[in-house]
T-cell receptor, first 110, second 115 residues
Framework: AQRVTQPEKLLSVFKGAPVELKCNYSYSGSPELFWYVQYSRQRLQLLLRHISRESIKGFTADLNKGETSFHLKKPFAQEEDSAMYYCALSGSGNTGKLIFGQGTTLQVKP | DVKVTQSSRYLVKRTGEKVFLECVQDMDHENMFWYRQDPGLGLRLIYFSYDVKMKEKGDIPEGYSVSREKKERFSLILESASTNQTSMYLC??????????????FGPGTRLTVL
């Protein structure tokens, strides 16, 4: 079965500390993985996708097929990074369907 | 910029009422989706549509139906609202089916409360 797991419901760090939001997936084919973010009172939006291999707002995520993980990392957290983060997997057959994880709330304290 | 709009930000209905949630996108996207967002459960797909008049069930379609008569509009219908359908409902759209267009664009959400 296709599944995305985000084991942490809440991650609380101090400003300037490194951040790692965990994401593990279960998928039998070649996955396409995404991180979406929802800031307070804003709509859900794409943060980054693995196929682009880019850094957005200082965040990076590397697909590790051996560990079936796609953890989101940032070396120095900022207060404006506080938000809800969702990891998502594109479903089989290129249907465009996304399977989302449960979400992790990142709280960056001053 | 892609704009996805939803007809209401907040909606309060009574058990047994028929409820319509409307979603409109202005970028000529083929694909549209309805999710519900619940704390601790993430986003779960209710229904999606590849194109006009086409629809497919998602992971939790029970108690819901959809309509897509025009490309830009995707409606979610709660045939007989129940309290367990109290949730945040998110609409999304996406261009085509190619991998390179896989980003989904989301609406602001409708918070539905069923009393």
């Amino acid at each position: 079965a296709q599944r995305v797991t985000q084991p942490e419901k809440l991650l609380s760090v101090f400003k300037g500390a490194p951040v790692e939001l965990k994401c593990n997936y279960s998928y039998s084919g070649s996955p396409e993985l995404f991180w979406y973010v929802q800031y307070s009172r804003q709509r859900l939006q794409l943060l980054l996708r693995h196929i682009s291999r880019e850094s957005i707002k200082g965040f990076t995520a590397d697909l590790n097929k051996g560990e079936t993980s796609f953890h989101l990392k940032k070396p120095f957290a900022q207060e404006e990074d506080s938000a809800m983060y969702y990891c998502a997997l594109s479903g089989s057959g290129n249907t465009g369907k996304l399977i989302f994880g449960q979400g992790t709330t990142l709280q960056v304290k001053p | 910029d892609v704009k996805v709009t939803q007809s209401s930000r907040y909606l309060v209905k009574r058990t047994g009422e028929k409820v319509f949630l409307e979603c409109v996108q202005d970028m000529d996207h083929e694909n549209m989706f309805w999710y519900r967002q619940d704390p601790g459960l993430g986003l779960r797909l209710i229904y999606f549509s590849y194109d006009v008049k086409m629809k497919e069930k998602g992971d939790i379609p029970e108690g819901y139906s959809v309509s897509r008569e025009k490309k830009e509009r995707f409606s979610l219908i709660l045939e007989s609202a129940s309290t367990n359908q109290t949730s945040m409902y998110l609409c999304a759209s996406r261009r085509g089916r190619q991998l390179s267009y896989n980003e989904q664009f989301f609406g602001p959400g409708t918070r539905l409360t069923v009393l």
